[in-house]
């Protein structure tokens, strides 16, 4: 599948960041691959969130378009230094339903993807539930969760991306590595991520977002990022 996510951690406007979402997940933003050649390039067979409120993390999806559901502009003013939001564009077969639709949630992760995976069946479940409970399970076999990650990274053959955000609100891991798709192709343009990182705030996302000035810089492919969401402490390492 297709999609945009982020996360942002620190001090930020969220109305400014769900716009900045909204624009992107419309494909008004930056142009790539996909939509050079294609203006309705959209992402909106779902969109999820989780954030933190009052020391609490909740979530909320939904399979519609972000801008199409009364709920995404309910979350403006809800004060939080924590929120991750995806947008999903379903891959051609796939079902837009509630099950397909990201961020997904087991024991105390949160776990949204961008990018398909070949070497699952989607009948009932979707390449990225399932990728995410592979990862789990690495997780609660390994003592280091880096490792548990570049272990169920490695064992997966083949995908367009395996891009990713897991966090469990305490922790946060994020990774950029893309492939080719059925065809063989790269598209490196839309699975790049970005991130802008000053003394109040991190953001991590698929796009430089329009009204977030400052150095924003590339994840390069094969990378995996480390995030403390107290400290605001990252490190990037290669995965």
Known sequence: MSCRMLIAVGQFRMSQLLEDFKFMAQNKNEKHEYNENNPNFIHADGWGIVLKRSGRIE?????????????????????????????????????????????????????????????????EKSDSEQFFARLLDTMNKETDVKNALRKTVNETKSYSALNFILTNGKRTYILNKHGKDKNGIEHPKYYTMKYLKDEKSVIVSSEVLPTFHGNWKQINNDKLIEQDLNSLEMTIQDV
């Open 59 to 123: 979530q909320y999806k939904k399979d519609a378009a972000c801008w199409k559901d009364p709920m995404f502009s309910e979350y403006s003013n809800v004060p939080t230094d924590f929120v991750v939001l995806h947008a999903r564009r379903a891959s051609p077969g796939s079902t837009v339903s509630y099950n397909f639709t990201h961020p997904f949630q087991r024991e105390d992760w949160y776990f949204c993807h961008n990018g398909t995976i070949y070497d699952f069946d989607i009948t």
